[in-house]
C-alpha cells in the first residue's frame, strides 16, 4: 500500500496530465502535483485509459462553461491505489470505473432514488480546500472537470463517483461502462424503458447513440432506426442492432422513420440535442409517446417547436440526463452484459491514442470519426 501525508497538501506526486488553459484552446500535457493526503471520503486512482466524449469536444471548443485551468476526460478506467478513512465501498487494487454522476446519498433527489439529478454534486470535491487536490509547480489550483479529470496519469477521487468492476472487462473497454455505454443503455431501461416489440428511432449514431441501439435491442424492441449523416457510423449501426439505417443526406428522415414505423416511433432518442434535430425527433414521434432528448447543446441555444401539433398529438418531449443510471447499481450490470456476449464494447473502441495525442483525437472527432476513441495513459 502507498504511503500517504497525514497533511493536506503537505507533499505531492508528480502526475502528467493533458490540461485545458483557454477555451477554446488545445490541450496541454503538464507536469502536475497530486496532493499525498486524502480526504475521508477520497479515493486516488491510477488511470489506465478514459474516452474521448463529445461534451470534452464541447468543453475544449469552448462551448459548454467550465472553470479553467481544467483537466477534462470523464471515461475513466483505473486501479484503487489508497483510500480515505471513510472509504467502504471499493478497496486498494480494486479495478474500478468513475461516472460523472457523482452523488451525496442524502438530498431530495438521492432520497428519491435520483442520484443522478444529485443537488449536492459540486459541494462533493474540494474545491481547494483544506488543500488542492492537483497543483501546478507555482502553486496554482488546476480543477477536474466534472470533479473527475481523467486525462491524468493518476487522481484523486469521491468515493461515490467510482464502483468497482470485473477484471475481467479490458481497462479500455471497461471506461466507457461511465458514459456512452451507461447514458446510451441507460436511457432506454431506466429512461424510456422500452418495452417488447416498440419501435425506436435514434438520430446521432456516434458513442452514445451506438448504445441506445444495443439498449434497444437488448429490450427487444422490434424496428430499430438509426439516423446519421457519416455512412461508416450507420454501418456501426447496422452492427449494434439497427434494423434499418436512414441518411439524412438522401432524403427527409421524418418521412423515413414516419413510413418504417406506420405513423411514428414509439420513442425517438435525439442524441444530438441541437435546434434542427430536437423538432426532428417530435415530429417523428408517434402519438402520445415521448420525443428524448440525450444530446447536451451549447449553452445559449434555442430550441423552437410548433406548439399546435404538440398539443393535438398529445406528444412528450423530455431531457435524459446520463441514462437515468444509479451507476453503482449500473455499471456492473453492464460489465456481466458485456462478459455474457450480450453487449458490444469491442467494436465500440474504433481507436487507441497516447495523452500526448489528445489533440489529434479531438481533431478525429471533429471530422465525424466513427466509434470510440480511447486514451491510455
Ligand atoms: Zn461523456
Ligand atoms: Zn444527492
Redesign the pocket.
Known amino acids: 500500500m502507498m504511503q500517504l501525508s497525514i497533511e493536506p497538501g503537505a507533499s505531492r506526486t508528480a502526475v502528467r496530465a493533458a490540461v485545458l488553459s483557454e477555451a477554446p484552446g488545445p490541450l496541454r500535457v503538464e507536469e502536475l502535483g497530486l496532493d499525498d493526503w486524502l480526504a475521508p471520503d477520497e479515493v486516488r486512482v491510477q488511470v489506465h485509459s478514459c474516452g474521448l466524449c463529445h461534451s470534452d469536444l464541447h468543453m475544449v471548443d469552448g462551448e459548454m462553461p467550465v472553470a479553467l485551468p481544467t483537466i477534462p476526460g470523464h471515461e475513466i478506467s483505473g486501479t484503487v491505489e489508497a483510500v480515505g478513512e471513510r472509504v467502504t465501498g471499493v478497496a486498494v487494487g480494486d479495478r474500478v470505473v468513475a461516472c460523472l454522476s457523482v452523488?451525496?446519498?442524502?438530498?431530495a433527489?438521492?432520497r428519491a432514488g435520483r442520484?443522478s439529478l444529485?443537488?449536492?454534486?459540486n459541494d462533493l470535491g474540494r474545491d481547494g480546500r483544506p488543500a488542492p487536490r492537483l497543483v501546478r509547480a507555482d502553486g496554482t489550483p488546476v480543477n477536474q472537470a466534472a470533479g473527475l479529470g481523467g486525462f491524468a496519469e493518476r487522481t484523486i477521487l469521491h468515493q461515490n463517483s467510482v464502483v468497482k468492476v470485473s477484471d475481467e472487462v479490458p481497462t479500455d473497454r471497461a471506461g466507457l461502462l461511465g458514459c456512452a455505454v451507461l447514458t446510451g443503455i441507460g436511457s432506454v431501461l431506466n429512461g424510456a424503458k422500452v418495452r417488447p416489440g416498440e419501435s425506436v428511432a435514434v438520430i446521432g449514431c456516434g458513442g452514445v447513440g451506438l448504445n441506445v441501439i444495443q439498449g434497444a435491442r437488448l429490450a427487444a424492441a422490434s424496428t430499430i432506426i438509426a439516423i446519421d449523416p457519416n455512412d461508416e457510423n450507420l454501418r456501426l449501426a447496422e452492427q449494434f442492432g439497427a434494423t434499418h439505417t436512414v441518411n439524412p443526406a438522401a432524403g427527409d428522415p421524418i418521412a423515413a422513420v414516419t413510413e418504417l414505423t406506420g405513423g411514428g416511433a414509439d420513442h425517438v432518442f435525439d442524441v444530438v440535442g441541437r435546434a434542427p434535430t430536437v423538432p426532428q425527433a417530435v415530429a417523428m414521434v408517434r402519438q402520445g409517446r415521448t420525443a428524448w432528448v440525450l444530446g447536451i447543446a451549447p449553452l445559449g441555444e434555442t430550441v423552437t417547436l410548433p406548439a399546435m401539433p404538440l398539443v393535438v398529438a398529445n406528444k412528450g418531449v423530455q431531457g435524459l440526463l446520463m441514462g437515468a443510471n444509479h451507476f453503482p447499481r449500473d455499471i456492473p450490470i453492464l460489465a456481466d452484459l458485456y462478459l455474457a456476449g450480450r453487449i458490444d464494447l469491442d467494436t465500440l473502441v474504433t481507436g487507441t491514442i497516447s495523452l500526448d495525442e489528445v489533440n489529434d483525437g479531438f481533431d478525429r472527432m471533429r471530422r465525424g470519426g466513427a466509434g470510440r476513441l480511447i486514451a491510455t495513459v
Not at 452523488?103 to 438530498?107: I, M
Not at 444529485?118 to 454534486?121: A, L, S, T
Open positions: 452523488f451525496c446519498g442524502v438530498c433527489e438521492c442520484s444529485c443537488v449536492r454534486r
